[in-house]
């Protein structure tokens, strides 16, 4: 049982930046995919980032590539979402999951993912 909780949402201006966090009860093999989804309100939940804990190797979706950065502290448990020159349509809630890495690599399909955290509101205003 892998427990997730997120931090660091909040409201802020269209261009500023914002930094998410999400510590894990532990990282483990068998849960190597960390991800971030986000979902609006009336929206399906969608993928933002995913890294795989022990290669590093990173996803994002295309609305926020260039745009964000995820990152991981397998020391400390922590999942990051550095979030910069943020827009009024990445207003959402957003929430950290882990799944399994298969052959198929980490995806950022959210049926893949069977731990999630409580989610964090992100609000952008233009």
């Known amino acids: 049982q892998v427990q997730l909780v997120e931090s660091g949402g909040g409201s802020v201006q269209a261009g500023g930046s914002l930094r998410l966090s999400c510590v894990a009860s532990?990282?483990?093999?068998?849960?190597?995919?960390m991800a971030w989804f986000r979902q609006a309100p009336g929206k399906e939940r969608e993928g933002v980032a995913v890294?795989?804990?022990?290669?590093?190797?990173?996803s994002y979706a295309d609305s926020v590539k260039g745009r964000f950065t995820i990152s991981r502290d397998n020391a400390k448990n922590m999942l990051y979402l550095q979030m910069n020159s943020l827009k009024p349509e990445d207003t959402a809630v957003y929430y950290c999951?882990?799944?399994?890495?298969?052959?198929?690599?980490?995806?950022?399909?959210?049926?893949?993912?069977?731990?999630w955290g409580q989610g964090t509101q992100v609000t952008v205003s233009s």
């Open positions: 999951a882990a799944g399994v890495f298969t052959w198929r690599g980490c995806r950022l399909l959210a049926g893949e993912y069977d731990y």
């Open positions: 532990e990282f483990t093999y068998s849960r190597a995919c």
């Open positions: 890294i795989q804990i022990s290669l590093g190797s990173t």
